[in-house]
């Protein structure tokens, strides 16, 4: 099984999926970002502004979700924002095919109280910029 935490740059998905993954056992955090560092480091002459338009990126989310859970039984918990429906659904039906049952988790907030938990971080700096110009979106 796989939880999905969805929701707003800086809007607390790492500080969540961490505190359920710290409080239970059998719980197991998976960073999708990963896939799309290495996705970057081995893809460098192909353009694009975030790899989730890479149509590998997608596609190996729940191939290396699946594996990381078969090797370890864990139940995955995964913190990231998705913001385009298609490349959800995409991911999802790759969840499902590689047999992964998943619970979608949407946090939300206002842009007021956004813009204001990420002025506030401290822990991701240079995501500053980023996250802000993510805000209407």
Not at 35 to 51: C, K, Q, S, T
Not at 92 to 107: P, Q, W, Y
Request: charge should be negative.
């Amino acid at each position: 099984m796989l939880l999905w935490l969805n929701g707003p740059f800086g809007g607390g998905k790492t500080s969540v999926a961490t505190a359920l993954a710290e409080a239970s056992t059998g719980l197991r955090l998976f960073d999708p970002e990963w896939v799309g560092y290495m996705l970057r480091a081995n893809l460098p002459d192909i353009p694009h502004e975030d790899f989730q338009d890479l149509p590998p990126w997608r596609a190996l989310v729940p191939r290396v979700a699946a594996e990381i859970a078969g090797h370890t039984g864990d139940t995955l918990v995964a913190a990231q924002t998705v913001m385009s429906e298609p490349y959800w659904r995409e991911i999802k039906t790759g969840l499902a095919r590689e047999g992964l049952t998943t619970v979608l988790v949407l946090l939300d907030c206002t842009p007021t109280e956004l813009e204001r938990r990420v002025k506030a971080d401290q822990v991701e700096r240079q995501a500053e910029q980023w996250r802000l110009a993510h805000i209407a979106p």
